[in-house]
């Protein structure tokens, strides 16, 4: 397939997607899912960045952010495993495999080709990578991503599940021809703050308004209790952690600066509610204008 089809194959949305941050604000829904393994998983891949070899075909750019079940805590020296088809379709024992680790910042980057599609008995696969991801050894999720624009996707069993649709990510071509996409991972992992937002409940308090647009954050707590609020930026760095007791459907207001009275940065922010009594977290994500 010559490039011009190929961009009307994949339509140029200029704007990455992000299968993360898609669903920032759906908590207990963060999780990236896991797809079949395949056939052409090989271990002991060499620690490579760029998978490209000698193929001339497409180059494609991906990068992305590996969170942990908090949905935003990065996890830095996770193991991703990569494999994929070349750009004509045919997998290698040694070639377009690699293992990336994510930096201190959780974040990885790998150079390739846009993969070709596969005949899977009398359809073709659509262009995919393959991911297995393990921290320390032990595994966590395997998975693949896919590109919007794909006909093929609809008539891939794995592709067209509905939990594979967050997987699917845009690309945009660069001036050179080169293919862009962003990849965000969420992996069942506690994060820095051992919290698991998976499974926290999200109704026990509300706060407003949102955006902020002056220094004042409202909550109101459903019912009555003590324990720790806590606040982080989107990195997962707490910006204050305080003991509060509360009655039920009281307000209290939370002053949004430090102790210079410099209002906090705009950006979104990760409110806790962390009980005395109960296990997992309330959360509420709100943002400063
Ligand atoms: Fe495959």
């Known amino acids: 397939m010559d490039r011009r089809n190929l961009l009307k194959l994949l339509p140029l949305s200029g704007v990455t997607s992000m299968l993360n941050f898609s669903n920032l604000f759906a908590a207990g829904d963060c999780l990236t899912s896991s797809d079949i393994l395949g056939p052409y998983y090989k271990p002991n891949a060499p620690y490579i960045n760029d998978l490209s070899g000698q193929d001339t075909g497409s180059k494609l750019y991906i990068s992305g952010t590996v969170f942990a079940s908090d949905c935003i805590s990065p996890l830095p020296n996770v193991t991703l495993e990569v494999w994929q088809a070349d750009g004509q379709a045919q997998y290698h024992d040694n070639g377009f495999r690699a293992k990336i680790m994510t930096d201190k910042d959780g974040q990885y980057a ?38 919007q624009g794909d006909p093929s996707i609809t008539q891939d069993p794995w592709a ?85 007791s ?44």
């Open 110 to 147: 790998f150079k390739t080709v846009l993969p070709g599609k596969y005949l899977n008995g009398s359809y073709y696969r659509p262009r995919h990578v393959h991911y297995k991801v393990s921290v320390e050894g032990i595994e966590y999720l395997t998975t693949q991503i896919y590109f």
């Open 160 to 244: 067209s599940d509905p939990g594979a649709q967050q997987r699917i990510i845009s690309l945009h071509v660069d001036q050179q021809g080169s293919y862009h996409g962003l990849a965000d991972i969420t992996i069942q992992k506690e994060g820095p703050l051992g919290l698991d937002l998976e499974s926290a409940n999200q109704t026990q308090f509300q706060v407003y308004p949102n955006p902020v647009v002056g220094d004042e954050l409202n909550i109101t707590f459903g019912q009555g209790g003590q324990g720790k609020l806590v606040l982080t930026d989107i990195n997962a760095k707490v910006i204050f952690n305080k003991e509060v």
């Open 246 to 289: 509360f009655n039920a459907k009281q307000n209290q207001t939370i002053n949004l600066a430090d102790s210079n009275g410099i209002r906090y940065a705009k950006g979104l922010y990760i409110l806790y509610f962390i009980s005395s009594n109960e296990k997992n977290p309330c959360v509420k994500r709100f943002t400063i204008a």
